[in-house]
């Protein structure tokens, strides 16, 4: 099944290059390829596509070119509630879980190789990754507080689990990385434990004798209500389970809930509180009012048109501008990263001056822009949001712009 996967999701990144790729990353002697997307992808015209919602930093360690275990699954992508035909007329009276949804940073167990001990024999040390980096600032932070003597019961859990196969997927929150609800203590949160044989998930809440955490570990798993005291109601009770969900959105203080179903779908139900501050969403368009191009736009870039598209899933007229501008506003974002990522992976290599002039040869002022900041910050993973809004902005109508 790995190697289906591999191949499926390289043919997607061949067939779909503007908005799905391969990241090709080394630590030490060993090969790893992330299959990700490139940013913002239309994810609404890919909610039926199974590697395209693969797509989310799967990795893969290679050797001579090719696939030879797949190192790292995290989840699948997932979508709001009312986002999109997966996730409407959702029948929730055979729920199986409604997990607080911290507000953090997706991180994802791995095993890389160490340095051959005594007997010249290869080791594997447990590293933590984020979506697209095996090694980053953020993530040496993760690694050296999983390490620290606080947290000895979590990484023992992690390791013996990754050790054995699978990848726990958990959430870091901290005051040192704030988004936006305020946590007090830096933290490993436990989300979900996945098999990297063939991608099916070990239900984390329902001990047996599969999975049977130690008192220790009770802290690290994320808070399922469902077994809270005062709530298993919610279980059995059709009218309850409605009047929570719906009540999610006007709560304070947290950014939402992750449901999931009998099925083992996920789906997300975020507070409009939450919303309101990290998406800068507000209710701008009420039914016969207009909602401007440049504000969708800029949700677009900042990758929260999932959350703007929920909020406005009865006004067809509305999703249907927003599908107009997205389409619009992804080739300009496509057309202008891809040439300078591809342009920097070829020649970063080159002196300051080299490449600077080179750039300057073969690529547009804008893409030249882009790759300047590619090749000061060493990566391709740079912000271009203004690049593309101020191109978009030549194109919209005056009335557009807020």
Not at 60 to 87: C, H, Q, V, Y
Request: hydrophobic share 35%; with cysteine.
């Amino acid at each position: 099944m790995q190697q289906r996967v591999y191949s499926d999701l390289l043919a997607l990144t061949i067939e779909y290059p503007g908005e799905f790729i391969a990241m090709d990353k080394t630590v030490g002697s060993c090969s790893y390829r992330i299959f990700t997307y490139r940013r913002v992808p239309r994810y609404q015209k890919w909610w039926h596509n199974e590697s395209a919602l693969e797509c989310r930093g799967i990795t893969f360690e290679r050797m001579d070119g090719e696939p030879i275990r797949l190192a790292s699954w995290p989840f699948e992508k997932f979508f709001n509630w009312n986002e999109n035909p997966l996730t409407r007329n959702i029948d929730f009276t055979n729920l199986r879980e409604v997990l607080v949804k911290e507000d953090g940073s997706l991180v994802s167990s791995m095993m890389l190789p160490t340095t051959n001990n005594n007997n010249n024999e290869q080791e594997r040390q447990l590293h933590l990754k984020t979506r697209n980096s095996l090694q980053s600032d953020l993530v040496t932070v993760i690694n050296d507080l999983i390490r620290s003597p606080p947290f000895a019961a979590l990484y023992d859990f992690v390791f013996s689990w990754t050790q054995r196969g699978y990848t726990v997927i958990m959430e870091y929150t901290s005051p040192n990385h704030r988004i936006v609800v305020p946590y007090t203590t830096s933290k490993l949160t436990v989300l979900a434990i996945r098999s990297n044989e063939d991608g099916t998930y070990v239900d984390i809440h329902k001990s047996n004798d599969d999975f049977s955490p130690s008192p220790e570990m009770q802290p690290y798993l994320v808070k399922n209500i469902l077994t809270e005291p005062g709530l298993t109601q919610l279980k059995t009770r059709e009218d309850d389970i409605l009047a929570f969900l719906e009540n999610i959105s006007n709560m304070k203080k947290i950014e939402g809930y992750v449901v999931r179903l009998a099925s083992g779908q996920r789906i997300k139900i975020k507070t409009n509180w939450y919303k309101e501050l990290h998406d800068g969403v507000n209710n701008p368009a009420r039914p016969g009012e207009s909602i401007s191009e440049e504000f969708m736009v800029k949700a677009f870039l900042k990758d929260t048109m999932d959350d703007v598209r929920s909020m406005y899933h009865t006004m067809p007229e509305v999703l249907a501008k927003m599908d107009d501008v997205t389409e619009r506003v992804s080739k300009i974002y496509n057309d202008t990263i891809t040439p300078a990522a591809d342009f920097y992976d070829d020649h970063k290599s080159l002196s300051r001056k080299k490449f600077t002039m080179l750039a300057q040869q073969k690529l547009t002022t804008n893409q030249n822009q882009i790759v300047t900041k590619m090749y000061v910050q060493g990566t391709t993973e740079v912000d271009i949001s203004e690049v593309v809004l101020q191109q978009m902005k030549k194109k919209m109508p005056a009335s557009s712009s807020s």
